[in-house]
């Protein structure tokens, strides 16, 4: 009974599914390590989503899809970094509008490109990096059964993503770069006065905040569903911001809170097999990452420390 | 400079509002082009303008929404009437655009969607005049200008319930394994999608008792990986034979048995037309014949024959639900499945086997 659960795939599944979240939280984290509010993740990474679908029906390449994917990210998150760092706008409102923004652009680039709505026509995808053939039988075969599941049976983007959050931790606390990262979140006015541009570090962790939730959703459409539909997001960029908060706004904490979110929700369609053994609704199991959701950012963590100046507009002078 | 500023943004912003409302606005005019061409070719007056609400997952959901939209094209092509699309966003847009739609004369106004029954049973007594048809809509007490559409999905999934439980049996594709192991995917676990999984299990089990089948619901119509990852490890427990009933999430269910080799069942539409490069493991569809439903009750309204205050429901033998062909595997799958199907469908029609729903 508990062989039917736990598998591989559980822990491959798990994987999987935190790499969206995981990408977008990271990106969260670096935008709001800046001092700016980043709640368009979704809309960005719906964007990313729609416009490396479309790179790739046009090319048949995959990898300039990827591409498309991150220059659309950066591209509508430079709407938010201008309306927040240059116009001092509310970003929280800004962010909103970049969500409405992207889901009624993709919806409406969709009619007018492939002439009707809803999902697009598949795409050729990135497939796994590995294939490597299992040894012999017996222990052997059966170990490696669980070490070629678990971690070489990944697309590409999840193994970067797992590059990406240790790049940027190390960039964040070991670089003179970092450093004026975490500054611009705590206290501007400081970066000012050493002759920093806070508008340029702002500018600069917003864009890469778009490219990283553009990723995102390449990740959704390029690796692991081939096409696009509608609003294919589904809320994944709000988990992220709760796994930016749960890690604690750091890279590697951000990744880990997504590991967690991700394998919530692969433990709970493995539950649902068991449903002829555990007889309760399968609404409970789908409450699952929700209820631990609420459970982390509620006690289990402690105190979440935002950065100092979040969500506060710098004005020079 | 700060007053300056803040209007800057608001002229922004409120741009951005426009073109998110945009779709809405695109999203009508495939309703008006197919219009011009028989006004050019015959110019007389429409017999009635008739119109249907669409519910959130709106037209392009290759499920119940487009095929609405196809009864009332075909009525609009057939019997000479006017057609009009209003699409729901949110649920909260329900109630406006079937007043929208009303207060502008179209009837019947078909609601879409079983969501949309609360909305119906609100407005038709403020339209006593306009007509409506309710599609998945059950009234506990059906409003005397208002027609339930129901459908028996049961007896549908039925049949691909026998097809599934006699596939995993054999070995006519390289996809299936050898073990006695199915799966179904369903949307939302609401006595709706419940029909589905009830009738595809009987199905399979009145055929081959001793079938493993297992069910996962993925929560909503529309997350496509979600529906992957279902379809994976559905693919783990050596699942072999796939049936979805769950909108848009079936697509993702359709990746996972095209990257692991199992055979995939569509629901609603025949999907091997709707999903294209899906033929290699589309083995058939359910379908859910709204189109017919939507079009019939149209028929009725211009003959005056209009079933107000009833529930319609159509079963395999008003032809409302069925299976669609097998397309790429019609030479695959053996005659006796075919003639298996065949016998569980007359059986049906004849009332010797009644397919539970719950």
């Known amino acids: 009974m ?9 822990f491959a599944s798990a994987l999987r599914m935190a790499t969206p979240l995981a990408l977008a939280a990271i990106g969260g984290t670096l935008c709001e390590r800046s001092g700016v509010v980043n709640i368009a993740l979704e809309g960005i990474m719906l964007t990313g989503a729609f416009f490396g ?14 591409g498309a994917a991150m220059l659309a990210g950066v591209a509508i998150s430079a709407i938010h970094a201008f309306a927040s760092v240059n116009l001092r706008a509310d970003q929280v409102v800004s962010g909103t509008a970049i969500n409405l923004l992207a889901l009624g652009v993709t919806g409406f680039l969709m009619e007018l490109w492939y002439g009707h709505p809803g999902t697009t026509a598949s795409i050729q995808v990135l497939r796994p990096i590995f294939s490597f053939s299992s040894p012999g039988g017996g222990f052997l075969a059966e170990a490696w059964r669980w070490v070629n599941g678990i971690v070489f049976s990944h697309t590409p983007i999840v193994y970067i993503t797992i590059i990406i959050a240790v790049v940027a931790q190390w960039a964040m606390y070991r670089t003179k770069w970092g450093l004026h990262l975490r500054a611009l979140g705590e206290h501007p006015r400081a970066v000012d006065t050493v002759g920093v541009s806070v508008y340029r570090g702002r500018w600069v962790a917003v864009l890469m905040s778009g490219a990283l939730a553009g990723l995102a959703g390449a990740n959704l459409t390029i690796e692991q569903v081939g096409s696009f539909t509608e609003n294919m997001t589904n809320g994944r960029g709000f988990i992220a911001l709760a796994a930016n908060i749960f890690g604690r706004w750091t890279p590697v904490g951000s990744y880990l809170a997504s590991l967690l979110f991700g394998f919530a929700d692969a433990l709970q369609i493995k539950l649902q097999i068991l449903r002829d053994v555990i007889t309760v609704p399968p609404q409970f199991f789908l409450m699952l990452p929700y209820v631990l959701t609420v459970v982390v950012l509620a006690g289990v963590i402690g105190r979440a420390v935002a950065p100092a100046a979040v969500g506060e507009p710098y004005k020079k002078g | 400079m700060n007053s300056k500023m803040s209007k800057l943004v608001a002229v922004l912003l409120a741009l951005m509002l426009v073109v998110a409302f945009l779709p809405a606005c695109a999203q009508e005019e495939p309703a008006e082009e197919p219009a011009e061409e028989p006004v050019t070719e015959e110019p007389v007056e429409p017999v009635l303008k008739t119109a249907m609400v669409t519910d959130v997952g709106g037209l392009g959901d290759k499920s119940f929404n487009d095929l609405a939209y196809e009864g009332l094209k075909k009525a609009e092509a057939d019997l000479n009437v006017e057609i009009q699309v209003l699409e729901s966003k949110e649920i909260t847009d ?9 207060s502008a004369g179209y009837s019947p106004i078909f609601a879409v969607g079983f969501l949309m029954t609360d909305a119906v049973a609100k407005m038709a007594p403020e339209y006593p005049d306009t007509q409506f048809g309710g599609v998945d809509e ?7 200008n ?15 319930g026998v097809v599934a439980g006699l596939a995993t049996l054999d070995t006519f594709d390289d996809k299936l394994n050898g073990d006695n192991v199915i799966g179904f995917v369903g949307g939302m676990d609401i006595p709706l999608i419940k029909k589905f999984e009830v009738g595809f299990t009987a199905g399979a089990k009145a055929v081959n008792p001793d079938v493993k089948v297992i069910a996962l619901y993925a929560g909503n119509f529309t997350d496509q990986a979600k529906g992957k990852e279902l379809g994976l490890s559905l693919i783990e427990q050596k699942a072999d034979v796939i049936y979805a009933a769950a909108g848009a999430v079936g697509s993702g269910t359709i990746q996972a048995c095209q990257e692991r080799g199992a055979l995939f069942i569509g629901v609603d539409a025949d999907q091997y037309l709707t999903v294209p490069g899906s033929g290699d493991v589309m083995l058939t569809s359910m379908m859910k014949r709204v189109d017919v439903a939507v079009y019939d009750t149209i028929k009725a309204v211009i003959d005056g024959s209009f079933p107000g205050g009833e529930l319609q ?20 799958v053996p005659q006796a499945i075919k003639d298996a199907v065949e016998k569980a469908r007359a059986d049906i029609i004849a009332g010797t086997i009644v397919v539970p729903e719950s």
């Open chain 1, 2 to 10: 508990l062989g039917d659960i736990i598998t591989p795939d559980l």
């Open chain 1, 53 to 66: 679908t479309a790179a790739v029906l046009a090319t048949g390449n995959p990898w300039i899809g990827v």
């Open chain 2, 94 to 102: 329900y109630e406006s655009n079937i007043d929208q739609l009303a």
């Open chain 2, 138 to 144: 059950f009234f506990e007490e059906v409003p005397p």
């Open chain 2, 146 to 160: 208002v027609v339930g559409l129901l459908f028996k999905e049961q007896e549908g999934s039925y049949l691909a």
């Open chain 2, 313 to 332: 429901v159509f079963g395999l033998a008003e032809g409302g639900v069925d299976l669609a062909p097998y397309h790429d595997f019609e030479d695959k």
